[in-house]
């Protein structure tokens, strides 16, 4: 094992009980570390006392020639920012050796959308004669309704959802709670899951999970990623899809239709407005391709 390692134990340890980073992030904080400890141990470094600056920029260099996007290079650069500030923060180095290094500009783009009658051909698909098509819809139907992330929808509670009030609660980021209107066709989607499907499935199992799967146990990312694409196909969408093309659908469809960008933020859970502003250049799209399609003289 690399010299360098326990300092990955700590650094997880830390973000996780700390922080309350979400565990896609914590993964992801790894891969990128791990790497940068691989290189570190290439170039023979065997205490963090002897890293530099000069030893982080070599492999931020080595990034980009591996063909590393922008942001992929942001988010490595931010993992070990984090890093040596724990380091230096619990005196196992006395310097920070990523101080003042500058960050990579992050490129942005657009993100990609489903229209309207794509979004309708979608949740018409799972067939609501049988119990897992009830919960399909029902997942499908709030998911587009809320604007969720895959790990919010698939980590929701039974109490998470009141159906009389049509709201939720979304567990996001860091765990911070935030309450989302939900909209009535989605609310009726999963009044007849939880009526007649819900039971089916559990087959007298006991769970607190709103969404299950016949085993008992919660849905999971992947697996209703599978049943995403299965569904896009049936509907006839021949491009991927992915459950977070129906969050970029669910915000920018919001714009659209005259929302305030701070309720879209605060409906996805944005800490950041800038993050949410993404979809104002998306909808500034649409509004061109109305102008040169209608305007006599565009």
Known sequence: MSPLEPALDLFIAHVRVEKGLAENSVEAYLRDLRRYVEHLDALGVTAWERVG???????????????LSPRSQARALSAIRSLHGLLFAERLTALDAADEIDSPAPGRRLPELLSHDEIARLLAAPDPRGAAGLRDRAMLELLYATGLRVSELVSLGVNDVNLETRVLIARGKGNKERIVPVGAPAAEAVKAYLAIARERLLRGRRTKDLFVTPRGGRMTRQGFAKLLGRYARAAGIRRRISPHKLRHSFATHLLEGGADLRAVQAMLGHADVSTTQIYTHVDRSHVKRLYDRFHPRA
């Open 53 to 67: 600056r000069t030893e982080i920029q070599v492999h931020l260099a080595e990034l980009v020639r591996r063909g």
